[in-house]
């Protein structure tokens, strides 16, 4: 709603609550009720004659009509006067008290907003539209924590306000608290199937938690078969299975249907464990595999597993191999939630890492000048992380050999952090513009996938450091490559 239109509206609100309260019946009424007839036809000269009439006391929602038309003049020294004797009028309606504050935040006096919403509720505690209005008025003001409070209380106090479910759902979702929102939005759309604003928040939610490569991931066969091949080899009839993260159930499925004893999938985002329950039932395995909505670290296996898993799952890769976690993961499972003799899929992985030159890769990531402006200083913010590059879609070649420069063994404990320097020999002279690297992960003895661009693509493709600045090199002439790791992230460097 546009902002004319929103006053608009308030106005007649406040008109209606004027007539409602018996204003009429006062000295002041008649005048006031005509200053708001003018100020809702675009006449506030008219409005501001009219409410000078008044000779007794100004009464307080003429001290906020007074708000209003210096608002509109942009005297907004004057309008907050007027706001705060409104707001702080003695005898003050309940009614009149919740229009001034929306008035005032429609004029973006949050403050003065809050302390009329607080009058109000001062005299009816239990107003969930009150709420409702103060709680979003804190949430304009950008505190989410009293927001929640409020919209929480409105809900729980009209649980049909469906206005209070969809703002409560905003404040979870901004507080990235996403199953709470979740839920929110679908107690709104339960009772207001057409909430365009529930819709679209459930919408805003769904893309936070559901990263765009999901689809991909699913839909990558060369990872699926090599997931499946390497299940069938480790699962037995006898095996327990935990598989973390199971997005939708799909690995969990495959091991179940290599002849698993029993699976346990564990999901951390809320609506994926619920739709993999879902999946898993429209499967027919709903006997065999139980889905958990919670983090691996959270599980309590002597009340979510029948028994402690011989075979772990862990599909919880990124494009750099540890952003998802993986070793923290699989750390905590070995050591709670699985047999000693344990099988991990993927057992282990070997990053390798090359300088490349490739011009277009390094234009497509910096900036110089755009229609004539300088604006290179924007490339001091690009933050120090690879990205995920599908190399085969460049021109580019590799300057040196590929370097193994971590083995990650996922059966035993991996060292907080690590660091390495390799000599590299350039095969030739070039300019480098990044550094490229992937991974090969060991998913049973015999199966190995790989993200190299040299290997059947994947929907990780590579990850690419792109420099800060190019750096010439000499065929023959060593440069060191420094590659790091936080259990979290790979990073690399060139140097000499
Ligand atoms: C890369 S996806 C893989 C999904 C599924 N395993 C598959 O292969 O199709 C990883 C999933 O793991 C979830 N996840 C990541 N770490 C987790 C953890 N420690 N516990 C439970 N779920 C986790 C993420 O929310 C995401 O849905």
Redesign the pocket.
């Known amino acids: 709603m546009t902002s004319p239109d929103r006053l608009a509206e308030l106005l007649a609100d406040f008109e209606l609550a004027s007539s409602q309260s018996g204003i009429g019946r006062i000295s002041a009424g008649k005048p006031l009720l005509l200053a708001l007839t003018h100020l809702r036809n675009n006449a506030p000269d008219d409005a501001e004659i009219a409410l000078n009439s008044v000779d007794s006391q100004m009464p307080a929602a003429g001290l906020a009509l007074q708000a209003v038309i210096t608002g509109e003049r942009g005297a907004t020294d004057q309008s907050k006067d007027y706001f705060l004797r409104a707001v702080e009028a003695e005898y003050p309606e309940f009614d009149i008290l919740c229009l001034t504050g929306d008035l005032a935040r429609h004029f973006g006096f949050l403050e003065i907003a809050v302390r009329a919403f607080d009058r109000a509720i001062e005299i009816a505690p239990h107003a969930s539209h009150a709420l409702l209005r103060r709680g979003q008025t804190f949430s304009e003001a950008g505190d989410v924590s009293a927001a929640i409070d409020d919209l929480l209380r409105a809900t729980l106090l009209q649980p049909n306000l469906c206005a209070a479910h969809v703002a409560l759902g905003d404040e979870y979702r901004s507080a990235n608290m996403t199953d709470a929102a979740f839920r929110c939005y679908h107690t709104a759309l339960d009772l207001d199937p057409d909430n365009t604003a529930a819709r679209s928040g459930l919408d805003h939610t769904l893309a936070l938690v559901l990263p765009q490569w999901h689809s991909a991931?699913?839909n990558d066969t060369n990872r699926n078969d090599a997931f499946e091949e390497a299940i069938k080899a480790v699962v037995t009839e006898d095996s327990s299975v935990l598989?973390?993260?199971?997005?939708?159930g799909?690995?969990a499925m495959m091991a179940s249907r290599a002849g698993a004893a029993e699976v346990t999938g564990?999901?951390?985002?809320g609506v994926?464990a619920e739709t993999a329950t879902e999946i898993v039932n429209q499967n027919g395995f709903e006997d065999r595999i139980s889905i958990i909505h919670k983090?691996?670290?959270d599980l309590n296996p002597a009340e979510d597993m029948e028994q402690l898993a011989d075979v772990l799952i862990a599909?919880?890769?990124d494009t750099g191999l540890l952003g998802?976690?993986i070793i923290a993961?699989t750390s905590d499972a070995r050591r709670r939630l699985c047999k000693a003799d344990v099988k991990i899929i993927p057992g282990g992985a070997a990053v390798y890492a090359v300088p490349i030159e490739s011009e277009e890769i390094a234009r497509e990531r910096c900036v110089d000048t755009a229609n004539g402006f300088d604006i290179s200083l924007f490339n001091s913010l690009r933050p120090n992380m690879y990205l995920q590059t599908d190399l085969s879609k460049y021109p580019w070649r590799m300057l040196c050999n590929p370097t193994r420069i971590f083995e990650f063994d996922f059966t035993q404990n991996i060292p907080e952090t690590a660091e390495e320097s390799f000599l590299l020999t350039p095969h030739s002279d070039g300019i480098a513009h990044g550094i490229a690297f992937w991974f090969d992960l060991q998913l049973s003895p015999e199966v190995v996938l790989s993200t190299s661009p040299g290997a059947p693509p994947t929907h990780w493709r590579q990850a690419v450091y792109t420099l800060p600045e190019p750096l010439n090199i000499k065929q023959n002439e060593p440069i060191r490559l420094f590659a790091s790791h936080d259990q979290k992230k790979i990073t690399l460097k060139l140097g000499s």
Do not use: W
């Not at 564990?266 to 985002?269: A, S, W």
């Open positions: 991931m699913l598989d973390i993260g199971t997005g939708t799909l690995l564990c999901e951390t985002v994926l983090r691996s670290q599909e919880i890769v998802e976690n993961a």
